[in-house]
T-cell receptor, first 118, second 114 residues
Framework: DSGVTQTPKHLITATGQRVTLRCSPR?????VYWYQQSLDQGLQFLIQ???????AKGNILERFSAQQFPDLHSELNLSSLELGDSALYFC?????????????????FGPGTRLLVL | AQSVAQPEDQVNVAEGNPLTVKCTYS??????LFWYVQYPNRGLQFLLK??????LVKGSYGFEAEFNKSQTSFHLKKPSALVSDSALYFC????????????FGAGTTVTVRA
């Protein structure tokens, strides 16, 4: 168990809908990352937040947005869903203030949310 | 831009034999390199990483990897494979000169037969 939790585990919805995925990082971790895993695109970095602020952006669609709250949990919002958005969405965390310098870089992944858009 | 290549989609070995999963990378600065393993319907589990120092790094479950700067490679190895090592393995790199994100390879499916 990595210590990163994600809810829900599975999500089935229809095209055009909006969903919210939730992530709780490991205790004390300041950075949260979102990734999308699909058969055709592989593992793609979407976005990173550090202590509430956006730090890096990857291949994230404009229909997608994220935020990190003061308690450090994060939410990924996916709107106007399309069939192609069906994928496994992972959250990862790193960078606890108590980490050794060599540990700061390691990202620990949650179990993922499997999204199916019908 | 940073990138990772895992040249083999699949690796098949017999239990007890050595296991090698290949990874090459491309970065403009210095790399941080990682290996993760994914079991069916599970998240990614961290195996090991190279940040700096000794080129041979040891990780979880008896795995090790060797950083080779001249060949820009970071191959994952295990001296004696187990059936339970059968999984999907990902190599990832972070370019320390310009970004915080991890770029992942396409993954290598390892099958260890009894």
């Amino acid at each position: 168990d990595s210590g990163v939790t994600q809810t829900p585990k599975h999500l089935i919805t229809a095209t055009g809908q909006r969903v919210t995925l939730r992530c709780s990082p490991r205790s004390g971790d300041l950075s949260v990352y979102w990734y999308q895993q699909s058969l055709d695109q592989g593992l793609q970095f979407l976005i990173q937040y550090y202590n509430g602020e956006e730090r890096a952006k990857g291949n994230i669609l404009e229909r997608f947005s994220a935020q990190q709250f003061p308690d450090l949990h994060s939410e990924l919002n996916l709107s106007s869903l399309e069939l192609g958005d069906s994928a496994l969405y992972f959250c990862a965390s790193s960078g606890s203030s108590g980490s050794r310098p060599s540990d700061i870089e390691t990202q620990y992944f949650g179990p993922g949310t499997r999204l199916l858009v019908l | 831009a940073q990138s990772v290549a895992q040249p083999e989609d699949q690796v098949n070995v017999a239990e007890g034999n050595p296991l090698t999963v290949k990874c090459t990378y491309s970065v403009s600065g210095n790399p941080y390199l990682f290996w993760y393993v994914q079991y069916p319907n599970r998240g990614l589990q961290f195996l090991l990483k190279y940040i700096t120092g000794d080129n041979l790094v040891k990780g979880s479950y008896g795995f090790e990897a060797e950083f080779n700067k001249s060949q820009t490679s970071f191959h994952l190895k295990k001296p004696s494979a187990l059936v339970s090592d059968s999984a999907l393995y990902f190599c990832a790199v972070r370019d320390t000169s310009n970004d915080y994100k991890l770029s992942f390879g396409a993954g290598t499916t390892v099958t260890v037969r009894a």
